[in-house]
C-alpha cells in the first residue's frame, strides 16, 4: 500500500462557528482536536487561530504560540503546519474604494510570517497569490511573497504551496526557479470562490502543471470535501480534511475533525493508500522537529 500525508484542517478563519459547534476555538480546544486526529490516523495538523471570546478570526501569535506549545507538549505526535496567510482579505470601501472598508485587515509579509517565526512548525502555508474571495479580495503580491518565501527558507520550515488557481501554480514554480523553494509541496484549494474549479479536468490540469517527482495535494469545501478525497485518492496524492473546508460529515449531520480523518481513511483504503505516520512524514520529506525548541 502507498503511504500518503493526511492533513486535518483543523478549525479556518471562517465565520462557523454558529454553523457546527465542534469547531474549536480555543487554543485549547485546537490542540485537543489536533491530538484526537493525531490519535485517527491524521500526518499533519494545519492550524489557524481564533479570537477565544469571539471566536472570530485572529492572527495573535501568542494564541499560535500558546497552541502549538500544547500541540508539542502531548504524548501524541502530530505534524503542525501553522498558516502563513495571516491579514489578507481587503473589502473596498463604497465611499472611497481606493481604501479599505469594513472587513479589511491586511498586514505586511514580517507579520503573517511571525506564527512561523516565534514557533518553527515542521511546515507552513505560503498562499501563492492574489484571489477573489466571494466580495472580498485575498491580497499577496509577487514581492511580499519572495519575501515570506526568504523567510520562511531562512527559518528552516517547509512551505506547502496553496494554489487556488492556475497562475499560482506558475508563481510557485516560480519561487522553485529562483531557489526560494527547494522541496516543492502544492497544495490544490478547490472550489473556492472564484478560483480553480474542484472537478477532475481542473485538477488533471493542475497536477500536469507541477515540475515532475513534485508532492502535492488537494482538498474541496463543503459538500465536495469528501468527493475530493476521492478523486485525489485515485490519483495517489496527498489528502486534506478537516473543519477549516467543510462542517458536515454527511448532508445534515455534523461533523468532527477526527470523524472526517475517519472517513478519508475509509476512502483511501478503497485506493490503497495509508497515512505517513509523522515520524515516516518527517523522514520522507526532511522535516525540522522542533518539538522541545519552543
Not at 479570537?51 to 500544547?70: A, C, F, I, N, W
Not at 516565534?118 to 474571495?133: A, Q, R
Not at 519561487?175 to 516543492?184: A, I, K, M, S
Amino acid at each position: 500500500m502507498k503511504k500518503v500525508v493526511l492533513t486535518a484542517a483543523i478549525t479556518g478563519a471562517g465565520d462557523t462557528i454558529d454553523k457546527n459547534e465542534n469547531v474549536p476555538v480555543t487554543p485549547q480546544e485546537l490542540a485537543d482536536s489536533a491530538i484526537k486526529c493525531a490519535k485517527a490516523g491524521a500526518t499533519v495538523a494545519h492550524i489557524h487561530v481564533r479570537d477565544p471570546k469571539t471566536g472570530g478570526v485572529s492572527h495573535d501569535p501568542e494564541l499560535y504560540s500558546e497552541t502549538v506549545r500544547l500541540i508539542r507538549e502531548a504524548d501524541e505526535d502530530i505534524i503542525i503546519n501553522v498558516t502563513a496567510g495571516g491579514g489578507g482579505d481587503f473589502i473596498p470601501s463604497q465611499q472611497h474604494p481606493e481604501t479599505g472598508g469594513e472587513g479589511t485587515w491586511i498586514q505586511t509579509p514580517k507579520e503573517r510570517h511571525r506564527p512561523v517565526g516565534d514557533t518553527l512548525p515542521e511546515m507552513c502555508t505560503l498562499d501563492c497569490g492574489s484571489v477573489n474571495m466571494g466580495d472580498s479580495i485575498y491580497i499577496s503580491p509577487a514581492s511580499w511573497l519572495r519575501e515570506q518565501a526568504q523567510m520562511i527558507k531562512d527559518a528552516g520550515v517547509q512551505p506547502e504551496l496553496e494554489c487556488f488557481d492556475t497562475g499560482h501554480v506558475s508563481f510557485a514554480k516560480q519561487l522553485v526557479d529562483e531557489g526560494l523553494v527547494e522541496q516543492p509541496m502544492f497544495q490544490f484549494c478547490l472550489g473556492i470562490p472564484w478560483g480553480a474549479e474542484n472537478d477532475a479536468q481542473t485538477l488533471d490540469y493542475l497536477i500536469s502543471r507541477i515540475p515532475e517527482g513534485a508532492q502535492w495535494s488537494a482538498f474541496g469545501i463543503g459538500r465536495m470535501q469528501l468527493p475530493t478525497v476521492r478523486e485525489v485518492a485515485k490519483r495517489g496524492g496527498n489528502i486534506r480534511v478537516g473543519l477549516e473546508d467543510n462542517l458536515y460529515i454527511s448532508k445534515g449531520v455534523k461533523a468532527t475533525n477526527e470523524a472526517l480523518v475517519e472517513e478519508a481513511k475509509k476512502i483511501m483504503k478503497e485506493y490503497d493508500l495509508i497515512p505517513l505516520t509523522p515520524a515516516e512524514a518527517r523522514e520522507k520529506f526532511n522535516l525540522k522537529n522542533n518539538k522541545g525548541d519552543k
